[in-house]
């Protein structure tokens, strides 16, 4: 069974960093891309970040160029999101996601989600 | 970067009805959008990909249609338990473009 677990999340301070990871299981995740999407309270689903299978592709939303790295240990099976310089307006819920191999490259596992919330 | 627009932002619909919801795109993308359903305190589920295809396990009452800038998500016959969010995304740049949502709610 593929399983997506996220963790890491918490309360931040304005200008605060944290990593987030997401440990996955249940399918060969060294050739998989993957991704990061965020969603705040109440609203809509954003597109944060892709990185390809082996690392050596990565996009990045503009909301976060500059401030978030997106990175991968495929020995550990393990996607990562660090976050730095965040911002109220980062407060979200953040859910890991893998692309399916086919056209559209869709989003066709996602995990429960970590809560960060950034506040003073 | 591609904007994506879906309308309408909400509807009301009764079981068994048709729904269509439409997703417009800023500029071409081909077929590179995908579908989702999101349930409330949930994790968004795929639904349609590549514009028309149907992911393994959605039943056969979604479809989707469309090519360039212009795209539909069609429940055929709403169910109860297809009262949810539905959020159009394009994959043809290096962004991957959520549209803003649209609530579908029991009439």
């Known amino acids: 069974e593929v399983q997506l677990v996220e963790s890491g999340g918490g309360l931040v301070q304005p200008g605060g960093s944290l990593r987030l990871s997401c440990a996955a299981s249940g399918f060969t995740f060294s050739i998989y891309e993957m991704n990061w999407v965020r969603q705040a309270p109440g609203m809509g689903l954003e597109w944060v970040s892709y990185i390809s299978s082996s690392g050596g592709t990565i996009y990045y939303a503009d909301s976060v160029e500059g401030r978030f790295t997106i990175s991968r240990d495929n020995a550990k099976n393990s996607l990562y999101l660090q976050m730095n310089s965040l911002r109220v307006e980062d407060t979200a819920v953040y859910y890991c996601a893998r692309v399916l191999a086919a056209a559209g490259s869709p989003l066709d596992y996602w995990g429960q989600g970590t809560l960060v919330t950034v506040s003073s | 970067d591609i904007q994506m627009t879906q309308s309408p932002s909400s509807l009301s619909a009764s079981v068994g009805d048709r729904v269509t919801i439409t997703c417009r795109a800023s500029q071409s993308i081909s077929r590179y959008l995908n579908w989702y359903q999101q349930k409330p305190g949930k994790a968004p589920e795929l639904l349609i990909f590549?514009?028309?295809s149907l992911q393994s396990g959605v039943p056969s009452r979604f479809s989707g249609s469309g090519s360039g800038t212009d795209f539909t998500l069609t429940i055929s016959s709403l169910q109860p338990e297809d009262f949810a969010t539905y959020y159009c995304q394009q994959s043809y740049g290096t962004s991957r473009t959520f549209g803003q949502g649209t609530k579908v709610e029991i009439k």
């Open positions: 590549a514009a028309s």
